[in-house]
């Protein structure tokens, strides 16, 4: 049986086994993937295999790096490319796909466990971080600037009862631009002598 058979079977057996199942995806005809954990939580994961052109005669690719993922550290997306390829080496030959995402499905909770302790990490040096920034902050901080009771009453004088300044407060005095320009009728005038 060549390649593509057994491409074409494993790819037939798959639908038929995850139909249904909202955490799986197939995106092409080599490219599957499985989302493990709470959908859009950040104890998640998303596994993509992508079959090459000799698969299963030799390893997929396994691909963490989808946005999907963007929460998880580089070490951890390693760890289990790493630990799914080691685990694609005794099924070389044979449809390893299936195999492959309940092997994951097994270590989720380590993984999970794994991806809290990160986090815990990262939290706390995200505080560190943070107050040390706020310090600053305050130090940088300009004070309000403080307006007397007559300052006051003048800004409210040119904002209405509403809250709103009255019609026309930013128009030209148009008398006195008319005064300073002329009308049409001495321009004409003008022009003309």
Excluded at 4 to 12: I, T, V
Excluded at 26 to 39: A, D, I, L, R
Excluded at 57 to 69: H, I, L, Q, R, S
Excluded at 136 to 149: A, F, R, S, V, Y
């Amino acid at each position: 049986m060549s390649e593509l058979e057994f491409q074409d079977e494993e790819r037939e057996a798959l639908l038929s086994i995850y139909e249904g199942d909202t955490a799986f995806k197939q995106v092409s005809n080599t490219v599957f993937q499985y989302k493990y954990g709470e959908p859009d939580s950040p104890r998640s994961l998303l596994l993509e295999i992508i079959w090459g052109e000799n698969y299963p005669t030799e390893k997929p690719d396994v691909n963490m790096d989808t946005f999907y993922n963007r929460h998880i550290n580089a070490s951890l997306k390693q760890r289990v490319k790493d630990m799914v390829l080691g685990e694609a080496e005794q099924y070389l030959g044979m449809s390893m796909t299936y195999s492959l995402f309940e092997y994951v499905k097994e270590k989720f909770d380590d993984f999970v466990k794994e991806l809290a302790n990160a986090e815990i990490v990262t939290d706390k040096v995200e505080e560190l971080t943070i107050g040390d920034q706020v310090d600053d902050n305050k130090k940088k901080c300009l004070k309000k600037e403080q307006l007397t009771k007559a300052q006051k009453r003048r800004q409210w004088d040119k904002v209405g009862d509403k809250g709103e300044r009255p019609r026309g407060w930013d128009w030209v005095d148009i008398v006195k631009h008319l005064s300073q320009t002329g009308s049409k009728e001495d321009q004409v005038s003008a022009s003309t002598s």
